[in-house]
Structures are given as C-alpha cells and as structure tokens.
C-alpha cells in the first residue's frame, strides 16, 4: 500500500523560507517514476488549495499566485518529492499535503488523487 510522509513544516518568520519533503513507501521505483506528484495546501475552514504538480518527465504546474515563490520537485531515486517555498508570507500559513495518483492530466485538483500524507504544519510569523 503506498504510503506518504511530509516533512520539513515548521514554524519561520515572513519573507524566510522552507523546503518541504514528501517520501514514498510501499510502492516500487518503476509505478514511482510513473505517478503524478502534486502538493496540497489547506486551512481550517477552507477548501484545499493546489500548489503544483509535477509530472512523470518532470514537468511541472504551479498555480499562478504562487510561481516564483514556490518550486515543486521530484528525485525518483530516492523516491522523495520535494517543495521549495521562498520569500514565505503570513497567508502562506496552512496545514501542507503531498499526493500522488496516475490521473489523466497532471494538475493539482484534489480530485485527481487518491492518495495523501498526513500533512505538515507551515506557519509564517509576521
């Protein structure tokens, strides 16, 4: 059964920065190198909100207001996903999420996934 654990979350002040990791368990590197990665963002109250998805040959979508700021990733080899957050601000605060699924188009809609992380806290002090 594949498996999904965020990391790298934590507290930073406005305008800092963190790189969040997503590894993959339970899953072999051939179907890995196959699936769509995406993150997640959500704050209580809120629906969840697409950051980027990354596809199999590495390309990647972002959702608009946040390119330049934040980067999506994949290594394969080590079966980790990767989030590059830059120049963070306080409405960047949420609870984050790695998924990964095969959908028909790599874009980061909740719906086009099955399987989650746990999710890893981000809060950015002001």
């Known amino acids: 059964q594949v498996q999904l654990q965020e990391s790298g979350g934590g507290s930073v002040q406005a305008g800092g920065s963190l790189r969040l990791s997503c590894a993959a368990s339970?899953?072999?590197?051939?179907?890995?190198?196959?699936?769509?990665l995406a993150w997640f963002r959500q704050v209580p109250g809120k629906e969840r909100e697409g950051i980027a998805a990354i596809d199999t040959d590495g390309s990647a979508r972002s959702t608009d207001s946040l390119k330049g700021r934040f980067t999506i990733s994949r290594d394969n080899a080590k079966y980790i996903l990767y989030l590059e957050m830059n120049n963070l601000k306080p409405e960047d605060t949420a609870m984050y999420y790695c998924?990964?699924?095969?959908?028909?188009?790599?874009?980061?809609?909740?719906?086009?996934?099955?399987?989650w992380g746990q999710g890893t806290q981000v809060t950015v002090a002001s």
């Open positions: 998924a990964a699924d095969r959908p028909f188009h790599c874009n980061p809609q909740p719906k086009s996934f099955d399987y």
């Open positions: 339970g899953i072999d590197l051939r179907d890995y190198r196959s699936w769509c």
